[in-house]
């Protein structure tokens, strides 16, 4: 029986295999059929027929054919062919020979891709030519009816074109060989080659366009604005001249005839329509001119400024050269019983040799304003600097004024803080003093004797003559630290010391029960004694601490009450 079923089994499954490729292929083969019947009932002809309501001549008669021979082609040729194929490929399907039928069905599929490739070249190339048809009908006249009124403009206005009147009358004379050129070529049914000559038209027109509108804007600029604004502009150097201003320096004349030279240039850049050339150069002359107007004007600010500052400024250095000297004295007399540092005992003496300087270029300068042979602006400059470094002088002098005035200011302030800090001092001794404790520790003596040396090196420095402010601050300044750091020592020690007289109170109740503790505040005890306090402020707290956990924060909250009560 084994024998039997297995080779049955192979047969059923040789039987499903063959059964499942043979359903496959048949499937294949009816869509190669669909995709060859859709190419073949496609309209094309139809199509292609839309064509004769153009001029059947030239290259239209010519594409006409070609499109009919491939269309023919495809249905008479290709499509014979994919017949035949579909028949081989059933064929071999029904052999179960799937292999072979696979080739076949790739063969159909690359001709089946063939002609819809034909099929959308022909309805590409079909769609250009009517469309381009359809363009050039409605182009052209838009371009005719550009060309009538362009041409009637420049009939009108010939005066405002000038020199390029010639070469736009040449730009439009193409047109007129152009359109003639086009008419020629639809009724040949050349209509692609018309379509080129509509798209070339469409762009020389907007350029044409172009020159019309600028034209007469660059000519009106060349030949009226701009020579206009030249003779503004020597008219206007001339008055200032005449005025005593001195221009040479701008060089303007010698500028305005380079210019107008340059406008007989540009205007036969004009008359070639070179408007890329002209039009950007108009804008920089004009801005060539302006910059000419701002420079006159710069001249004439300059004059009022110098006719209101030039005698002024005299008055002005006259009047630093006393406030130096007068500065310098005081600062000879404050020597006597200050000290300067040596860059401000040295301001006034440098002062006055700069103001020799500034004395002598203003002469120079008062020299040039009465010969007229110099560039206002100029002069403007140099009083201005002048101007500012006398500033600059006076502000120096007002400044070490200022410094000298605040020096006894600073010395009374100085005495005051001394005795300030005298009397801290004396309090810090006295609360240690009235303070109920066994005893000073070594190191706040040391410290209360290093602070009242600080005091006696501060009065030494108060008593120098000259009096140096420099160093008065900085002893004073660690004087005044040393105390405040042993006020706030001699504080804490004081509350410490209250601290363990609480803490060692408050531990009595239970040394009578508590051995332990007994012997603990006893060594606190004998610590406090001899006055070491910090010692014996571990000692007592850590033992009430053990005893009683949380004892030790409410005693020390009840000691800085007090504290701060007193």
């Given amino acids: 029986m084994e024998y039997i079923i297995i080779p049955i089994i192979l047969l059923l499954i040789l039987v499903i295999v063959g059964f499942t490729m043979r359903r496959k292929h048949t499937a294949i083969i009816e869509q190669l059929e669909n995709e060859k019947l859709q190419i073949q009932n496609n309209p094309i002809n139809e199509e292609i027929s839309k064509v004769k309501s153009l001029n059947m001549n030239g290259e239209t008669e010519e ?82 009816e550009y060309y009538r009124s362009a041409r009637k403009t420049l009939l009108a206005h010939q005066h405002s074109f000038g020199v390029a009147l010639p070469a736009l009358e040449q730009r439009l004379e193409v047109f007129v060989q152009k359109f003639e050129e086009f008419d020629s070529l639809t009724k040949e049914g050349n209509y692609l080659q018309a379509r080129e000559i509509v798209i070339n038209l469409n762009n020389e027109s907007q350029e044409t366009f172009n020159f019309i509108n600028d034209v007469p804007t660059l000519l009106t ?107 310098s004295d005081e600062a000879s007399f404050v020597q006597q019983s200050y000290h300067l540092n ?61 410094t000298m005035k605040n020096l006894r200011i600073d010395e009374n302030k100085a005495r005051a803080k001394v005795e300030e800090l005298k009397k801290m001092l004396q309090e810090t001794d006295r609360i240690l003093n009235k303070a109920n404790m066994p005893g000073i520790p070594k190191e706040m003596d040391a410290r209360l004797d290093e602070a009242a040396e600080h005091i006696y090196v501060v009065i030494q420095s108060l008593q120098e003559v000259p009096l140096n402010m420099g160093v008065v601050h900085s002893n004073l300044a660690a004087t005044e630290l040393c105390i405040e750091e042993v006020h706030i020592k001699a504080r804490e020690m004081i509350e410490n010391v209250m601290l363990i007289e609480r803490i060692i109170q408050y531990g009595n109740r239970h040394r009578a029960t508590n051995p332990k503790l007994n012997a603990r505040l006893k060594e606190a005890e004998e610590a406090f004694l001899q006055c070491r306090y910090t010692k014996a402020l571990e000692d007592a707290g850590t033992a009430v601490e053990d005893m009683e956990p949380g004892a030790l924060k409410r005693i020390q909250a009840l000691v800085a009450e007090e504290m701060f009560s007193r």
């Fill in 342 to 402: 040596e860059k401000d005992a040295e301001i006034p003496k440098v002062a006055l040799k700069r103001l020799e300087v500034l004395q002598r270029r203003y002469e120079l300068l008062s020299m040039r304003v009465a010969d007229e042979k110099s560039a206002y602006s100029s002069l403007q400059e140099e009083l201005t600097e002048i101007s500012e470094e006398l500033e600059r002088i006076h502000e120096e002098q007002e400044r070490l004024s200022n």
């Fill in 63 to 144: 594409m006409f054919e070609r499109w009919r021979n491939s269309w023919d082609e495809v249905i008479d040729v290709h499509m014979t062919k994919i017949d035949s194929l579909l028949f081989d490929a059933e064929d071999q399907v029904n052999r179960l020979r799937f292999k072979k039928a696979t080739l076949i069905e790739r063969e159909i599929e690359d001709y089946i891709v063939k002609c819809e490739q034909d099929k959308n070249k022909i309805l590409d190339e079909l769609n250009e030519l009517i469309g381009s048809e359809e363009k050039n009908r409605i182009e052209i006249e838009q371009l005719k």
């Fill in 221 to 327: 600029e060349l030949q009226v604005k701009l020579p206009g604004a030249i003779q503004e502009l020597r008219s206007g150097q001339r008055e200032m001249e005449e005025q005593s201003y001195y221009l040479r320096h701008l060089e303007l004349t010698e500028a305005l005839d380079k210019l107008e030279e340059e406008f007989g240039t540009l205007k036969g850049e004009l008359a070639q329509l070179n408007i890329a050339v002209v039009k950007p150069r108009v804008v920089e002359i004009n801005e060539e001119i302006d910059n000419f107007y701002d420079l006159l004007e710069k001249e004439v600010i300059a004059k009022n400024y110098v006719d209101q500052n030039c005698e002024r400024l005299f008055s002005s250095i006259a009047n630093v050269i006393s406030s130096t000297r007068i500065v």
